[in-house]
């Protein structure tokens, strides 16, 4: 969802770095195997790559690796050639290259914000969030969503003095704010469709529990959640508590 496309990797290549005679910037080919370990904080098989030359091995590496690893190839050319090494390293390619390398290290379609309701923890497990996101992938930031939600939904009762009971889990708080909170009584024109949503959203919801317990990193689980799973789990779980937060604040 967030990878290169095809005009963005030949946008990095020729005018971003630079194409010299074949050569890639002033890499050898050397300094190109070390470059994905020294600038990229990646350990990469380069030999599972194809292409001959340098320029062909960086075009295989960064079109064959997932997204998260792209941004951090990104984030590691903006390292090696940061702006106006050359006259076509401009301010504003520097900022491109640093919008692709956020784009492809979230690759999720709902955006990550920050809350008008918080808390340290609804904090500390949002920057925990994105930091997996980037460095790791989606399936990495499951557990940290979830607990990011709860957190959030927890925060709000605080905020309205809603009493909610002692280890109450992420369904049980929304369905007492569904019930007791007063932004949540004005739906709109489509007040009864509306409401089906939220009941409909209760139920994505529930499901994020097991998904949390049983497929995350949250506990020694055998089977994880693959990548686009993941995804689905983070983007309903921001689309949720975003709705909610656009109606409290």
């Not at 909610?164 to 992420?170: D, E, Q, S």
């Not at 024109?189 to 089906?196: L, V």
Request: proline share 3%; with cysteine.
């Amino acid at each position: 969802m967030g990878e290169l496309r095809n005009s963005e990797i030949h946008w990095v290549v020729h005018h971003y770095i630079g194409v010299e005679g074949g050569y890639l910037g002033d890499f050898s080919y050397r300094t190109h195997r070390e470059f994905y370990s020294a600038f990229c904080d990646l350990d990469l098989d380069l030999d599972a790559f194809g292409g001959n030359t340098t320029r062909e091995r960086f075009l295989a590496v960064l079109s064959g690796v997932e997204g998260h690893q792209q941004a951090a190839i990104l984030r590691g050319i903006a390292k090696k050639y940061p702006q106006g090494g050359e006259h076509f390293r401009t301010p504003q390619a520097y900022q491109k290259l640093l919008e692709l390398a956020k784009r492809c290290a979230d690759g999720l379609s709902v955006q990550d914000s920050s809350p008008a309701i918080t808390s340290d923890v609804l904090k500390r497990a949002l920057a925990d969030a994105n930091t997996l996101i980037q460095r790791a992938g989606p399936t990495h930031a499951v557990d940290r969503i979830h607990t990011a939600l709860h957190a959030y939904l927890k925060a709000v009762c605080h905020a309205q003095g809603i009493d909610a009971p002692a280890g109450a889990t992420i369904t049980n708080l929304f369905k007492l704010l569904r019930n007791e909170h007063p932004g949540l009584r004005d739906l709109g024109s489509q007040s009864d469709t509306m409401n089906n949503v939220l009941r409909s959203l209760s139920n994505v919801i529930d499901c994020l529990n097991p998904v949390r317990n049983n497929a995350s990193l949250a506990h020694a689980n055998e089977e994880l959640l693959g990548k686009d799973e993941a995804m689905l789990a983070i983007n309903a779980a921001r689309t949720v508590s975003q709705y909610l937060d656009s109606k409290f604040r």
